[in-house]
Antibody, heavy 120, light 110 residues
Framework: QLQLLESGPGLVKPSETLSLTCTVS??????????WGWIRQPPGKGLEWIGS???????HYHPSLKTRVSISVDTSKNQFSLKLNSVTAAETAVYYC????????????WGQGTVVTVSS | QSVLTQPPSASGTPGQRVTISCSGG????????VNWYQQLPGTAPKLLIY???QRPSGVPDRFSGSKSGTSASLAISGLQSEDEADYYC???????????FGGGTKLTVL
């Protein structure tokens, strides 16, 4: 059964770069049926899409973040990664990686999430 | 401020039927199908309904979805205590060129 697992530092200083990796196990990231995405959820708040990437490397980002965000994919390691630079305390959140169905834009499989705190 | 509008809370007693609404616009719900997610406390969201009314394997038929124009609804019949969770609607937004979520509705089972 395919699973996703986020990993990375739980604490990032303001103005620095947040870096997370999502490892896909039990299946291949190189499927032509899915995009792979990052979604975040600040404490007590709702969900916000950050961006998505196809196994070929085609990526899409939320317009409000596109100047600071980069998502990459490493098919040899079955991983995709998120980099968000110049972070602020307001970006403290649970960060989820998820698989998105190509045809209906629904995230059908999610990682457990990882808490990232932005603080000095 | 979310692109999709949901009531912040809803409630019902066991066995009751409850509905949660989701209102959008012509650039999102009006043009695309709607998905619903259930988030139990302390866990990741789970896909509950996709393409307006389709249930993934394993989701009970007590959960149903519908869409009309620029609005959508999630209905839960035979409410159970384990249904107490946050529910989010979501769809594709043509202006954003990406998925958007509602603000979420906290369902309480009294």
């Amino acid at each position: 059964q395919l699973q996703l697992l986020e990993s990375g530092p739980g604490l990032v200083k303001p103005s620095e770069t947040l870096s997370l990796t999502c490892t896909v196990s039990g299946g291949s990231i190189s499927s032509d049926s899915y995009y792979w995405g990052w979604i975040r959820q600040p404490p007590g708040k709702g969900l916000e899409w950050i961006g998505s990437i196809y196994y070929s490397g085609i990526s899409h980002y939320h317009p409000s973040l596109k100047t600071r965000v980069s998502i990459s994919v490493d098919t040899s390691k079955n991983q995709f990664s998120l980099k968000l630079n110049s972070v602020t305390a307001a970006e403290t959140a649970v960060y989820y990686c998820a698989r998105r169905l190509l045809t209906v834009a629904a995230f059908d499989l999610w990682g457990q999430g990882t808490v990232v705190t932005v603080s000095s | 401020q979310s692109v999709l509008t949901q009531p912040p809370s809803a409630s019902g007693t066991p066995g009751q039927r409850v509905t949660i609404s989701c209102s959008g616009g012509t650039s999102n719900i009006g043009r695309n199908t709607v998905n619903w997610y259930q988030q139990l406390p302390g866990t990741a969201p789970k896909l509950l309904i996709y393409s307006n009314s389709q249930r993934p394997s394993g989701v009970p038929d007590r959960f149903s979805g519908s869409k009309s124009g620029t609005s959508a609804s999630l209905a839960i019949s035979g409410l159970q205590s384990e249904d107490e969770a946050d529910y989010y609607c979501a769809t594709w937004d043509e202006s954003l060129n990406g998925p958007v979520f509602g603000g979420g509705t906290k369902l309480t089972v009294l």
